[in-house]
């Protein structure tokens, strides 16, 4: 790796670090005047961010990007206010820097408490999805963090517009532009030198394809969130109301297939599959959606199946599709539909149709996953839409956070203690 590469990556790191010491200490009115900033120039200068994005788009189009990172890479005025409506709400929610989590007394008189404090650096690397940039930043400042970001060579250009609108917001409130660190560079050995930067990042936050987060999990130094990965399935029970199950399977499969909670596999109870299969291979077909099917499936739907209901493979199960592609199985019965998520899912997203309370509680204490639903879309998986804000990623393991993350997952703690003369004997 070329010196001057390394330099450079340090370099950042070392005003990120000397940034963070300053965003600790930042007031809750100046943290949110920064992002109400944001959110007001995301409305007002659209015009820069979406002509660089378009580049981006027919350049990476051209090169044969895959259809579902396409359309991650892609920003329209309605998506970066969205982005700007997050912003807002991540103004509006508490801060978590200084909350007190819990105090005792000891039995010596010592007073012992736990104070939220910043992780202090958050690096995060990721493939299209230039809102990444805007959600890191917001979610990192209101945390009290700087944050180093590295999009991919395809968003190069959105995201160099995108960082000029977060540093405009700092510089009109008063507040370091040194923030955030962007990695302008396309070089991957850019990759490979953050990935050593431990000194200075503290948590490492990959976004993008399973290549990417298993290169970050052998390659960090410093903890990385790995997961993200999202093999979600939708269980049909034998007690599920059918006109339920239609529309929330469509939904969790059509709404956005390319994001990491879309649906991937349907599971349906044998009991139900005649009346049911047909129901969901009509709706999902009808938007364009290719079905998998093993040969319970095919049989049930018979002579009159769809024509895109084809023959599943092994490989189809335990496969994050990320197009208007789903596998479907029938199963026997819901310890079957358990077996089944346990073996292929991914820890992501699960979800069961029942009317059954002891079927929807056995499913909610089994399933290993970020977030287990009864009678609800995947697509809901969302630090937005869990009330988070936004959302730095969406973790599948279980150490420090899991599922969407937001304001508090991007926090540590110190122990603050205060006696009056204690010493140990």
């Not at 978590?96 to 939220?116: D, F, H, K, Q, W």
């Not at 991919?152 to 660190?181: F, H, M, Y």
């Not at 979800?351 to 287990?372: C, G, Q, R």
């Amino acid at each position: 790796m070329a010196t001057e590469t390394v330099q450079e990556v340090t370099a950042l790191g070392l005003a990120a670090r000397k940034a963070s010491r300053k965003l600790a200490r930042l007031s809750t009115e100046d943290k949110n005047r920064v992002l109400l900033n944001l959110a007001g120039l995301l409305r007002s200068d659209q015009a820069g961010v979406l002509a660089a994005n378009a580049e981006d788009y027919q350049e990476a189009k051209a090169d044969g990007l895959d259809e579902s990172l396409l359309d991650r890479l892609l920003l329209t005025s309605e998506r970066l206010n969205g982005t700007a409506d997050e912003l807002q709400r991540v103004a509006e929610l508490p801060d978590p820097i200084g909350e007190v989590i819990e105090t005792s007394s000891l039995p010596n008189g010592l007073i012992a408490s736990r104070r939220r404090v910043p992780l202090g650096v958050v690096g995060s690397i990721y493939e299209s999805r230039p809102n990444v940039t805007v959600d890191i930043f917001g979610l990192c400042l209101k945390s009290g963090n700087a944050c180093i970001v590295r999009g991919g060579k395809e968003t190069i250009r959105s995201n160099t517009e995108l960082v000029a609108l977060l540093r405009k917001a700092l510089t009109d409130a008063g507040v370091t532009t040194d923030a955030v660190q962007f990695l302008d560079n396309p070089d991957r050995a850019l990759v490979d030198a953050m990935l050593k930067m431990d000194q200075y990042i503290n948590l490492l936050v990959p976004r993008g394809g399973a290549s990417l987060v298993k290169f970050v999990a052998e390659n960090a130094t410093m903890p990385a969130v790995t997961g993200g990965i999202g093999v979600c399935h939708t269980y049909i029970d034998r007690a599920a109301d059918l006109k339920m199950a239609v529309e929330i399977v469509h939904n969790a499969k059509v709404r956005r297939p390319s994001i990491c909670n879309a649906l991937d596999t349907v599971l349906v109870h044998a009991e139900v599959a005649a009346d049911g299969l047909p129901l969901i291979a009509e709706e999902l077909t009808a938007s364009g959606v290719e079905l998998h099917c093993d040969n319970r499936a095919l049989s049930i739907l018979g002579p009159d199946a769809p024509d895109l209901a084809l023959p599943a493979s092994e490989d189809d199960w335990g496969k994050e599709f990320l197009s208007l592609t789903a596998a479907v199985k029938v199963v026997d019965s819901l310890e079957d539909a358990l077996e089944h998520i346990e073996t292929y899912g991914s820890g992501h997203s699960e979800a069961i149709i029942t009317e059954d309370d002891s079927a929807a509680t056995k499913f909610l204490d089994e399933v290993d996953a970020a977030a287990v639903y009864v009678n609800a879309s995947t697509q809901f998986t969302d630090g937005g839409q869990f009330g988070l804000g936004a959302e730095v990623g969406i973790s599948t393991q279980k150490f420090h956070a899991r599922g969407p993350m937001g304001l508090k997952e991007l926090t540590s703690y110190k122990w603050v203690i205060v006696g009056q003369g204690q010493v140990r004997p």
